[in-house]
C-alpha cells in the first residue's frame, strides 16, 4: 500500500509565502513524476506544476515565477515553494504521483494525497 501525505498548508496574508510537502511512504519500487494539483471554491482541479524522476519541471502560467517545485528522492517527497501568494491562489491543495509499488510487478499506478488546504486573506 502507497499513501502521500501532504503538509504544510495554513492561512497567510496577499504576498506571503508557503512551503508544501509531500511524502510517499509503503512499498515503492520507484517514483516516476510527482504533480502538485489545486482545486479552488468553484473550479475544476488544476494542475499547478510537475516534475519528472530527472528534475524536469513544467508550471501553469498563472504560478510562473512565485512557485516552485523541487523532489528529494531518497526521501520520495516533493515540495511546493509558494512565494507573492494571491488571494486567486486559495485551494484546496493536492499531491500526485506516478509510483510502481513494490507488489505490482511494474505496473505504475497514479496515487493522489488527501490535500492541504491553503487560504490566502485579502
Known amino acids: 500500500q502507497v499513501q502521500l501525505v501532504e503538509s504544510g498548508g495554513g492561512l497567510v496574508p496577499p504576498g506571503g509565502s508557503l512551503r508544501l510537502s509531500c511524502a510517499a511512504s509503503g512499498s515503492i519500487f520507484t517514483i516516476y513524476t510527482m504533480r502538485w494539483y489545486r482545486q479552488a471554491p468553484g473550479k475544476q482541479r488544476e494542475l499547478v506544476a510537475r516534475v519528472t524522476s530527472g528534475g524536469s519541471t513544467n508550471y501553469a502560467d498563472s504560478v510562473k515565477g512565485r512557485f516552485t517545485i523541487s523532489r528529494d528522492n531518497a526521501k520520495n517527497t516533493v515540495y511546493l515553494q509558494m512565494s507573492n501568494l494571491k488571494p486567486d491562489d486559495t485551494a484546496v491543495y493536492y499531491c500526485?504521483?506516478?509510483?510502481?509499488?513494490?507488489?505490482?510487478?511494474?505496473?505504475?499506478?497514479?496515487?493522489w494525497g488527501q490535500g492541504t488546504q491553503v487560504t490566502v486573506s485579502s
Open positions: 500526485n504521483a506516478n509510483v510502481v509499488p513494490g507488489d505490482a510487478w511494474g505496473s505504475p499506478r497514479e496515487y
